[in-house]
């Protein structure tokens, strides 16, 4: 009896002291997962958290941001950052004049179409996860996908571009390898 009463004295004391985890550098949320159905995510400050109620058995977990993605396409993230998958395409270079366009997915499309003003229209097959076009003139240019697609983007100019081609939807991002 006596052991039983000093248990619920402890319960009783300790209900009153808050759970507080101190965490690495970095680490940005802590979720606390508990038997009992509570979930509370607490944001990381001054590298701690503190929870009002005392844990039974409960799970912590971690989050922190990892890097950034600007795009769409698949990116590969981990423990050094994000980076944009790219499937092993043709060698392009950029250069006045050139317009370098890597299919991140070309769907169903086979040529690629390019009109610009001044009247340039030029058509090029997608080889490699790859179309490049030489000598465009300087400005906006309209991009279409042609063969099982009639999507489009538009403006695109000299420079290479990581695209995707969606159903309908061409999309074109500026890219540096």
């Given at each position: 009896m006596f052991w039983i009463c000093i248990s619920l004295l402890l319960q009783v004391a300790w209900a009153d002291v808050p759970l507080t985890i101190r965490v690495d550098e970095g680490l940005e949320t802590v979720t606390l997962i508990c038997p009992d159905g509570r979930n509370e995510v607490k944001p990381v400050e001054n590298g701690k958290v503190t929870f009002d109620q005392p844990p039974e058995r409960c799970e912590v977990k971690v989050t922190r941001s990892i890097g950034t993605v600007d795009r769409a396409g698949t990116w590969a993230c981990g423990a050094n950052g994000c980076a944009l998958e790219v499937p092993p395409h043709a060698p392009v270079s950029d250069g006045p004049g050139?317009?370098?366009l890597i299919f991140l997915d070309s769907g169903k499309a086979t040529t690629i179409e390019l009109a610009c003003p001044?009247?340039?229209?030029?058509?090029?097959?997608?080889?490699?996860?790859?179309?490049?076009?030489?000598?465009?003139?300087k400005g906006e240019c309209t991009v279409y996908a042609k063969g099982g697609s009639t999507a489009k983007f538009h403006p695109i100019g000299w420079g290479t571009h990581a695209c995707t081609v969606a159903g309908p939807t061409l999309l074109c991002q500026p890219y540096k390898p």
């Open positions: 050139k317009i370098n001044g009247g340039y229209r030029n058509r090029e097959s997608i080889k490699d996860f790859t179309t490049v076009f030489d000598e465009v003139p």
